[in-house]
């Protein structure tokens, strides 16, 4: 795949993060929170599951060669829609959004650095540090009390 077409797609999966948290506020008034983000990752892992049949690779039998840690990242996602669908009903989806990405940014910036989870190293430069700074005022800004 290009660039332009992979920036296209984390555009669009930037638009869904940004709705998630409103339509599983929405459900969770009729059901709970943690009800609600059940039901978000059960229709999500359905999901996933049947594209995984129809168009995966060929199977999951390499979970049995990841590490224990390797796993984390569905109670990170759970963790992350769980903390949504409290905070946006309470300060709105633009500040708690702006928090996420800056912190995301953030993040990113530090497993670039190092080169953490075995990923490509990318040294923290002055043009990143301004355009986190930046990011940090634009969040700033847009956060509302």
Not at 67 to 72: D, G, L, N, R, T
Not at 121 to 131: E, L, M, N
């Amino acid at each position: 795949m290009n660039s332009l077409l992979l920036l296209c797609l984390m555009v669009c999966s930037g638009i869904a993060v940004a709705l998630q948290p409103s339509i599983n506020g929405r459900l969770a008034q009729k059901t709970g929170v943690l009800e609600s983000s059940c039901i978000s990752f059960t229709v999500g892992a359905l999901a996933l599951f049947l594209m995984a049949l129809l168009m995966g690779r060929g199977g999951f039998r390499g979970m049995g060669d990841a590490s224990w840690w390797e796993f984390a990242g569905g109670l990170l996602g759970a963790f992350f829609v769980t903390m949504t669908i409290i905070v946006v009903p309470r300060l709105g989806t633009s500040s708690a959004m702006a928090a996420v990405i800056a912190s995301q940014l953030i993040t990113g910036l530090i497993l670039d650095h190092f080169g953490f989870l075995g990923f490509r190293q990318i040294p923290f430069d002055a043009k990143r540090g301004i355009g986190m700074v930046l990011l940090l005022v634009g969040a700033g800004l847009v956060f509302r009390r």
